[in-house]
């Protein structure tokens, strides 16, 4: 996780936990798939308050960067299916940390 995401005072402690988790899921070839209600499963939280967080990292930073990009995906009768979502990867010389996603997951969210 980059410093800018949990060092900068610009995202909540909630939203850097969602930049974890969806930044883990994205590991996988087709990105993170899960749908907000998904999202908010995994994190304990409700489906509002996932929206919200969302909403936060897919904001422009503090360097006018989002720190969350997504795109939406409809089949062919024009269904919606869940969005595609990644994060932004650490640039190169910049200051990073290793988190585990169990810990972003169950630590009480300033820590």
């Known amino acids: 996780m980059p410093k800018r ?6 995202y909540s402690h909630s939203a850097v936990a969602y930049w974890a988790q969806i930044a883990a899921l994205a590991q996988r070839s087709e990105r993170c798939r ?16 996932a929206e919200r967080y969302l909403a936060e990292l897919s904001a422009p930073g503090p360097d006018g960067e989002p720190e969350l990009s997504t795109i939406r995906h409809t089949d062919a009768a024009g ?25 972003a997951k169950t630590l009480r969210r300033p820590l």
């Open 79 to 103: 269904d919606g299916e869940s969005a595609e979502r990644w994060t932004r990867p650490a640039m190169r010389g910049e200051h990073f940390a290793y988190v585990p996603i169990a810990a």
């Open 34 to 49: 899960a749908s907000v209600v998904t999202l908010a499963r995994f994190m304990g939280d409700a489906k509002r308050t």
């Open 5 to 10: 995401v949990w060092g900068s005072g610009a």
